[in-house]
């Protein structure tokens, strides 16, 4: 062992603290002391003892302060650290002490973190319902109008800013919701009672025809239930306003419907009943457009019929639609200081004194009622299914020329045409031609020829004047040929008079001869008896032995017409059946 | 839009107004004219305010022949076509042009047309005491925008009513040559208000007198 060793063994061994209690002691000795001395002695000076104690800690001070300078330089003296021998004996004990004092730390820690995660959850949770609430009415912001009135949110669902102009305010209101579930949502709208439940119009065309009431045509008109939607379809309130929001515009459709139909003149006049509006189309043909609204979701599934018809289903919300645009923008421009509404010319009216027949004509056209327009629709789904039942009927049933029809891409809701080309098949070059045009409930046939007759909603007209369009074509036909084949045409008339008359229509005919003149063929299209073909030849026998007759020409006189049995003869159709029997006449084929 | 003749019926000792006025739609019911409306004319006086000033009197007429319009004449057939909205501003014109109530005029009567005619026969009468001062009939020619153009075809039309020849009126004649607008009828009108206004009073003061 070293002699430092030793040293440090020895100062360990030195109990600094008992020599402080010592020194406290020799200090309290010395105060003592020196209050004995005071005591004895008189007071020279109050401060003696704190004097006296500063000056030997002044004194211990130097030496410190000395031997820290020596020790500094290393030469005689060394600082050296005290070994821990002594805390080892300790070690066990100071772990197990340690231990425990953490142990106590973190019981202490995980109870206040405990304590703050509780706070965090509570803070959170509130702030997540607050977040939900608001970004679901920021979702309903983007939808809807909504305001904020007091302590309310007011939201509208009417068209107003549309350019409505119905009584309804067709307000909802906008609330927290108080239960949390988890799929509801924070958000529930309260409408008025007026506005729950679902409501559709109905639009179907009835024939009354006094055989039998049964209705034969029904177009069903079905405004959606709800709209289709963008946003997620989990949004209950969603599909509870696009609901409201449909009742309140089939409201205003069947309000402004009914107004109407009091307003309309016409000969007939339109009935208004309860929820229905009964319009008469045709003698025979009414239309009903009725007005369905039911409370309960049940009941409105029960009641929608699943037949629409998506032309007029489209109408009548376009309708409405466009007035709704046309009473929000006006014919620009217009001066400020004018009131909107009235027309550049309708302002004028009163400078450039204006008359009043010239007033009346300012009134626009296009300003026609909703009802009207739909009373046109109407006519013409009427009028389209006749036309096309009696087209389909007639192709089928004619089967010597062809029908064929061809239905215009280009057709509206109120004008729609079809063209109905005759021909004979391999004779495609011998056509004919007419239009159908259905404009307005009004039916219109036109012709090659550019002629409008105008047909009523009856099939039978449409009927008669297809059937006089195939004779008229027949004997087209038969002239084309034997111009074509070298025969002569001594007479065609569109309408002959020479015969019996026909229940209706009349008849075409042509006369041709042979090319020298020898025989002669006749033919008439009647269009209810049908066809009748006649031939006449040259008389048999010698005419010149006769004295009477002097000039040659007279041999050439005919007998009387026979007629030909076209069932009997060969050939595919009429038109090759006319071609065998003029090609005879003409002389290029021997019988 | 026509060209436009207003003659006075001059009254018959033997017929009252009404017989007079009757006897005329006979007679265009007779030559094929149709009724085709009621014709209605006002004139309201607005006297001015103004010490000496040239233009004394104002008149605001209507015709409802243009429902729109009203038209706003002075003593120098300085003519204003404007909006009705001018009625409302004679009113807040008030300490510069008084309404003269008594004064305001009025002729109803019927419309006839006939072709390219139109007669519109009426009785014109004081508003503030029912009595009629005169017979009116203005025929116009519907075809002609210049006077010049159809005075022969309205100077025979107005014979053949009358039975008698006619002189066609000056203020007529002077725009022979210019266009014909609606406010050349309303002076015409305001011309026979005019005269028969001054011979209805000229009347009432020789009664009074006698």
């Not at chain 2, 009197?57 to 057939?77: G, K, R």
Request: aromatic share 8%.
């Amino acid at each position: 062992m070293h002699l430092s060793d030793n040293l440090a063994k020895l100062a360990q061994l030195i109990d600094f603290g008992e020599k402080k209690e010592e020194d406290s002691s020799k200090k309290e000795d010395l105060i003592n002391k020196d209050k004995a001395i005071e005591a004895k002695q008189p007071k020279i000076w109050p401060w003696e003892w704190l004097r006296n104690a500063l000056a030997s800690s002044l004194t211990e001070m130097d030496v410190l302060s000395d031997c820290l300078a020596i020790a500094k330089e290393k030469r005689l003296m060394v600082l050296d650290k005290i070994g821990n021998d002594f805390s080892e004996s300790k070690s066990a004990y100071q772990l197990v002490t340690r231990r425990q004092a953490m142990q106590n730390a973190s019981v202490i820690f995980s109870l206040g973190a405990e304590k703050i995660k509780g706070i965090h959850k509570e803070t959170v949770d509130s702030s997540q319902k607050q977040s939900e609430f608001y970004s679901e009415l920021w979702a309903l912001r983007q939808q809807w109008r909504i305001k904020r009135v007091g302590q309310h949110i007011i939201g509208d669902l009417s068209y107003k800013s549309a350019g409505s102009a119905f009584w309804h305010k067709g307000t909802f209101e906008v609330f927290k919701k108080v239960s949390i579930q988890p799929s509801g949502g924070a958000i529930d709208v309260r409408l008025p009672p007026e506005l729950e439940g679902s409501a559709y119009i109905q639009v179907s065309i009835h024939m009354t025809s006094p055989e039998d009431s049964i209705s034969k045509l029904n177009a069903m008109l079905t405004v959606p239930q709800r709209l289709p939607t963008l946003v997620n379809s989990s949004n209950r309130w969603q599909t509870k306003l696009d609901a409201a929001q449909n009742v309140i515009y089939c409201k205003e459709l069947f309000s402004q419907l009914c107004r109407e139909a009091f307003k309309l003149n016409s000969s007939v006049s339109h009935m208004v009943a309860n929820n229905q509006v009964i319009i008469h189309l045709f003698p025979g043909f009414k239309m009903h457009i009725m007005f369905v609204h039911s409370n309960t979701e049940d009941k409105a599934a029960d009641a929608v019929p699943p037949v629409s018809d998506p032309i007029l289903q489209l109408a009548l919300h376009q309708l409405l639609r466009a007035q709704h645009y046309n009473s929000l923008h006006r014919d620009l421009p217009h001066p400020i200081t004018s009131s909107i509404g009235p027309t550049k010319r309708r302002r004028l009216a009163g400078p450039n004194a204006t008359s009043r027949s010239e007033l009346l004509s300012y009134e626009n056209p296009f300003q026609e009622s909703v009802l009207e327009k739909i009373i046109d629709m109407g006519r013409n789904v009427v009028l389209r299914l006749m036309v096309t039942e009696t087209i389909e009927h007639l192709a089928l049933t004619i089967s010597d020329p062809l029908l064929h029809i061809h239905t215009d891409g280009l057709s509206d809701a109120l004008n729609s045409s079809l063209r109905v080309t005759i021909t004979s098949p391999s004779y495609d070059l011998i056509k004919s031609w007419f239009i159908i045009r259905i404009c307005k409930g009004k039916v219109t046939a036109i012709g090659k020829s550019g002629i409008e007759i105008s047909l009523s909603h009856e099939s039978q007209r449409l009927e008669d004047y297809i059937m006089w369009q195939v004779s008229q074509y027949q004997i087209k036909a038969v002239y084309r040929l034997s111009t074509t084949l070298g025969c002569n045409v001594l007479s065609y008339t569109y309408n002959s008079a020479s015969y019996q008359a026909e229940v209706f229509g009349t008849s075409p005919s042509i006369l041709v001869s042979s090319s020298d003149g020898s025989s002669a063929l006749a033919v008439r299209a009647n269009t209810v008896s049908g066809l009748e073909v006649l031939v006449s030849e040259k008389a048999q026998g010698d005419f010149l032995t006769d004295s009477l007759i002097t000039d040659k020409k007279w041999a050439l006189l005919r007998q009387s017409f026979r007629q030909v049995d076209m069932d009997k003869m060969t050939g595919r159709n009429f038109t090759h059946k006319m071609e065998l029997l003029l090609s005879v006449y003409s002389g290029k084929v021997k019988p | 839009m026509g060209v436009s003749w207003v003659v006075n019926i001059p009254f018959d000792e033997n017929k009252s107004s009404q017989q007079l006025l009757d006897g005329l739609n006979q007679r265009l019911t007779i030559l094929g004219a149709v009724k085709s409306g009621m014709h209605y004319i006002d004139c309201d006086v607005y006297q001015s305010q103004v010490p000496h000033a040239s233009q004394s009197c104002c008149y605001l007429m209507h015709n409802s022949e243009y429902p729109v319009t009203s038209f706003a004449i002075l003593d120098s057939h300085t003519c204003l076509t404007s909006d009705n909205v001018i009625d409302l501003i004679m009113m807040k014109l008030r300490p510069l042009y008084e309404n003269r109530k008594n004064l305001k005029l009025e002729c109803k009567g019927s419309r006839f047309t006939l072709q390219d005619f139109v007669f519109k026969s009426t009785s014109v009468q004081l508003t503030s005491t029912n009595s009629i001062l005169g017979i009116l009939l203005e025929v116009e020619y519907l075809p002609s925008v210049t006077a010049g153009n159809c005075y022969a075809l309205l100077k025979e039309m107005v014979e053949g009513i009358l039975g008698k020849s006619v002189e066609i009126p000056n203020y007529l004649k002077i725009r022979s040559s210019e266009l014909y607008s609606p406010n050349d009828t309303m002076q015409q009108y305001l011309e026979h208000f005019n005269l028969l206004k001054k011979s209805h009073l000229s009347q009432v003061t020789s009664q009074q007198q006698s």
